[in-house]
């Protein structure tokens, strides 16, 4: 199943509903009038959230009285905020995929978002940016060592980093030695 939806300058966009980690998401973007809409011939909608718990989405049991014509709208900022909260999943995705079986632990996908999301907030209090050095700084902290920042000759790198410097993060980290990032 899947909804549409558009953006003010006429584009559309599908939300498939496949995974119930979607609606998750967007229930965190929907303005409360979206989420009344789209809840509205429901009761109760209880969804798996992805530490095993359920999320709950209360309805009025009615089909809404009025509903927007055409197809609903998005902000922009409701658009990007969707990306945002996937962003996460794509990189855990992208590693999985680049690195199989070679992950500590091998984690699933419900597994390795969370290491996934710390290292990202990790990577932004340094200012780490840009997709390369992005998963980058992410695959290392996942594959390395979760605080693999904290070395003093990474540290300094970090501190000498400039977003969208030539050679980025890379280059930034260059004279760490092999013997760090074996340690």
Same mark, same amino acid.
């Given at each position: ?8 300058? @006429?584009?559309?966009?599908?939300? %498939?509903?496949?995974?119930? =980690? ?21 009761? /109760? ?14 309805? /009025? ?13 998005? /902000? ?44 990202? !907030?990790?990577? =932004?209090? %340094?200012?780490? @940016?840009?997709?390369?050095? /992005? ?15 904290? %070395?003093?000759?990474?540290? !300094? ?5 400039? @977003? ?14 092999? @013997?760090?990032? !074996?340690?």
């Amino acid at each position: 199943a899947f909804c549409d939806y558009a953006l003010p300058d @006429a584009s559309e966009f599908f939300l %498939h509903w496949y995974d119930s =980690r979607i609606l998750a998401r967007v229930v965190q973007v929907w303005t409360p009038e979206q989420r009344a809409r789209f809840a509205a011939p429901l009761i /109760t909608l209880r969804y798996a959230l992805r530490d095993g718990s359920q999320g709950e989405l209360a309805g /009025t049991g009615r089909l809404p009285a009025a509903r927007p014509q055409g197809i609903e709208r998005f /902000t922009p900022e409701q658009h990007q905020m969707l990306f945002d909260l996937d962003y996460p999943d794509k990189l855990a995705v992208q590693l999985r995929r680049l690195y199989p079986n070679l992950l500590p632990g091998n984690p699933d996908q419900d597994a390795l978002v969370p290491r996934v999301q710390a290292q990202l !907030d990790r990577a =932004r209090a %340094h200012g780490v @940016a840009g997709d390369k050095d /992005t998963f980058d700084y992410v695959a290392w902290g996942v594959a390395i060592s979760p605080r693999f920042d904290e %070395h003093p000759a990474i540290a !300094d790198g970090l501190r000498a980093y400039r @977003a969208n410097a030539e050679g980025g993060l890379s280059k930034a980290l260059e004279g760490v030695p092999d @013997a760090v990032w !074996d340690a």
